[in-house]
T-cell receptor, first 112, second 113 residues
Framework: ETGVTQTPRHLVMGMTNKKSLKCEQH?????MYWYKQSAKKPLELMFV???????ENNSVPSRFSPECPNSSHLFLHLHTLQPEDSALYLC???????????FGNGTRLTVT | GENVEQHPSTLSVQEGDSAVIKCTYS??????FPWYKQELGKGPQLIID?????GEKKDQRIAVTLNKTAKHFSLHITETQPEDSAVYFC????????????FGKGTHLIIQP
């Protein structure tokens, strides 16, 4: 049982849809992250929140919009995605930015 | 920035044998090197990590070695079991933890019965 829960586990959406991915951590951590995992590529960091403040945005297209309403919850809002955005989206948390990462099981996103 | 190379991409070993996965990094300032195991349908799970002030760390059948001079580190799994089958990722950072992690592309470890 992971301390980081992601919903939904699978999502299929058209290019004109708007959807949101949800992440909740039960570990009392202060930092949360979104990563993108594509086949044959290293994990790509998308966003970092520390104490609910966005501290990093790695040149991610504006069709991805993160939201961190509190230290336990993280959202990734999606709109007008492209087929190449199909991937596994992983949420992670850490006690602080110098502590190890703990990952959720991801949302498998397919854009049609 | 940091660049992490991981080899091999696929490794098949007989059950009971040892497995070794190697990673090299480019940034001499890197000081934290975690290893993650990802099973099918799950997220990566931290299995062991090492900091630059030590050369080796062990946890039961798993060990990690670090050579700072050569800028490479390795994961060693002894007495492999079927449940060791997974994708393993190495990573490196100069940030000491989650900050600034650069990941390798992963090694698919297959344990043959």
């Amino acid at each position: 049982e992971t301390g980081v829960t992601q919903t939904p586990r699978h999502l299929v959406m058209g290019m004109t849809n708007k959807k949101s991915l949800k992440c909740e951590q039960h570990l009392g951590h202060n930092a949360m992250y979104w990563y993108k995992q594509s086949a044959k590529k290293p994990l790509e960091l998308m966003f970092v929140y520390s104490l609910e403040e966005r501290v990093e945005n790695n040149s991610v297209p504006s069709r991805f919009s993160p939201e961190c309403p509190n230290s336990s919850h993280l959202f990734l809002h999606l709109h007008t995605l492209q087929p190449e955005d199909s991937a596994l989206y992983l949420c992670a948390s850490s006690q602080d930015r110098r502590s190890p990462l703990h990952f959720g099981n991801g949302t498998r996103l397919t854009v049609t | 920035g940091e660049n992490v190379e991981q080899h091999p991409s696929t490794l098949s070993v007989q059950e009971g044998d040892s497995a070794v996965i190697k990673c090299t990094y480019s940034d001499s300032a890197s000081n934290y090197f975690p290893w993650y195991k990802q099973e099918l349908g799950k997220g990566p799970q931290l299995i062991i990590d090492i900091r630059s002030n030590v050369g080796e760390k062990k946890d039961q059948r798993i060990a990690v070695t670090l050579n700072k001079t050569a800028k490479h580190f390795s994961l060693h799994i002894t007495e492999t079991q079927p449940e060791d089958s997974a994708v393993y990722f190495c990573a490196a950072t100069s940030g000491g933890g989650a900050d600034g992690l650069t990941f390798g592309k992963g090694t698919h470890l297959i344990i043959q019965p």
